[in-house]
């Protein structure tokens, strides 16, 4: 058994989603995908994608992320954490998972969040051009770090078998360190909406081998601290130079 790990699949694009659809469907028979967010805002657009993925995987694992919380469009109108249920409801109902699962020596485990601004506060520019501020709704009152602790307070709690490796996976960044130096300056002004430390300390205690993250559209494999971090987006069909056209194998059974 091996898992795969995607995330940004953003298929809106139909370039993305013929890539979705054209996977071999008997290649990954045995096999477990995890997909870290951000399918697309389109409700019927991610039923399409993960009951495409499920023909395809013996398991598909699946956390929202910002894109598909927004509300643009939602008919009838719904807030994020409405339509964050929608999206659980609907990935069960497509035969993914939501909910952390034991396969044979691997646990993985789905961590929800939002960003806090621990990662920096947010500019003047960044709070009027960040499409989430605008396409999300939260209710009313809800600052982004209470979005952030609800989130955060869903995360799994339960006993993990410790001689199981584990997978932890989330859609937002849990360091701001993942983040290559090679990043322009005057790029890094998003860095504040990227994520949230407290996600880490959640990885740490759940002592994960590996743990997957996506949003930041840069594919990349790096060590912190005895934990190893990968980002497997698709991402935007003009960014073939930052992300990849292909599914990464981020653990292989023995």
């Not at 699946?62 to 954490?81: E, K, M, R, Y």
């Not at 501020?133 to 009152?141: E, F, L, V």
């Not at 005057?186 to 407290?198: D, K, N, S, T």
């Not at 759940?206 to 743990?211: F, G, N, P, Q, V």
Request: hydrophobic residues 40%; aromatic residues 10%.
């Amino acid at each position: 058994m091996r898992v795969f790990a995607t995330s940004d699949l953003h298929v809106d694009y139909e370039a993305n989603l013929r890539w979705v659809e054209d996977l071999s469907a008997h290649e990954y028979a045995d096999d477990i995908l995890i997909v870290a967010g951000d399918i697309s805002h389109k409700l019927d657009l991610v039923r399409a994608c993960l009951q495409s993925l499920v023909r395809k995987f013996k398991r598909v694992m699946f956390v929202p992320g910002n894109h598909d919380l927004w509300t643009i469009q939602a008919s009838p109108p719904v807030d994020s954490l409405s339509k964050f249920q929608q999206l659980c409801h609907i990935a069960r109902d497509s035969g993914a998972s939501v909910e952390t699962e034991r396969f044979a020596d691997v646990t993985i485990v789905p961590l929800f969040s939002w960003y806090d601004y621990s990662f920096g506060t947010p500019s003047a520019d960044l709070l009027q051009k960040w499409t989430d501020y605008h396409a999300c709704k939260w209710p009313a009152g809800m600052s982004v770090k209470a979005v952030t602790d609800h989130f955060l307070g869903m995360n799994s709690k339960v006993p993990i078998a410790p001689e199981n490796t584990i997978i932890s996976f989330s859609h937002f960044l849990p360091r701001i360190d993942l983040m290559p130096n090679y990043i322009p300056p005057a790029h890094r002004f998003i860095y504040p909406v990227l994520g949230a430390e407290r996600l880490d300390s959640q990885v740490r205690a759940l002592r994960s081998k590996i743990h997957v993250y996506g949003h930041s559209h840069i594919n990349r494999k790096t060590e912190l601290d005895g934990l190893t971090y990968v980002n497997c987006a698709l991402a935007y069909p003009h960014e073939a130079r930052l992300a990849s056209r292909t599914l990464h194998c981020i653990h292989e059974s023995a």
